[in-house]
Every structure is written in C-alpha cells, then in structure tokens.
C-alpha cells in the first residue's frame, strides 16, 4: 500500500490517492482518493477486505501504524519499489499528477474522475461507459 500527494486548483487544495497492489502479481486491487487522514486508509481497507490480505507492505506512514497490527505491517522503501513504480507511471501519463506543469483540475470531481477513468482503463483494463456521465 501508498499514497501519492496531488492537487487541485491550487496547492492549498491537496489530495491524496490510496492503493494497494498485489505484492506477489504487482496487480492492482483498489484504490481511494482523499486526504491523509484514517478515514481515507479505513476505506481503502475496507475495499480490501475480500482479498483476506494478511500481510501489508508500505512505507512508514503513521496511519498504517495506527490501523494495521504490527506482526500484519512490514515497513520500508524496499517493499514499496513496485506500487512507487506504478505512481511514477501515472505522473508521467498524467500530467495533472506532476508537481510543475500547467496541466490541473480545477475541480475536486474532475481531479477524481481523470485519474480514476486512467486507474480502471489502464490498470483494471475496464471499459467506462461515458454514457452515464452525459
């Protein structure tokens, strides 16, 4: 599990996306938005329940700590090379996602809704039926 920091409209405005990968497969299997808060990591692990996940891997985020018993967490950058290889792909695919660009949402809902639609497109391999959206 990680999160990576974004924005939008301004840097006041922060906002954090939450996902977990398989460690074993490297395969993607949730993902929230939200700020650093537990609330945010609670419903990334409550979209994580049916996978019985076991043991977590992450970086030393205090909110993993605080939700995750300690014998379930192992902590370290070395654990994390993967997920962080995944963020470095949506950076790079999404410029809203880079930290110096002219390219951002204006908007909470649309900031959530470009990555997400990249997320399910990319990789879930989900098509969006923008018809809902109209």
């Known amino acids: 599990m990680d999160e990576m920091w974004s924005f939008y409209g301004d840097k006041s405005h922060q906002i954090w996306l939450w996902r977990a990968v398989d460690h074993a497969t490297n395969t993607p299997l949730a993902y929230t938005f939200g700020t650093r808060e537990h609330k945010y990591l609670d419903e990334l692990l409550g979209l994580l329940k049916p996978f019985n996940i076991e043991t977590v891997y992450s970086d030393d985020n205090y909110a993993y700590r605080d ?24 950076r790079t695919r999404i410029k809203r996602l880079c930290r110096k660009t002219i390219c951002f949402s204006k908007n909470k809902e649309i900031h959530k809704s470009v990555i997400g639609t990249f997320i399910n497109t990319f990789f879930f391999g989900r098509v969006i039926n923008m018809s809902t959206y109209l």
Do not use: D, S, Y
């Open 67 to 90: 939700r995750i018993p300690a014998p379930n967490l192992i902590t370290g950058k070395k654990n994390t090379q993967r997920i962080e290889r995944h963020h470095l792909t949506l």
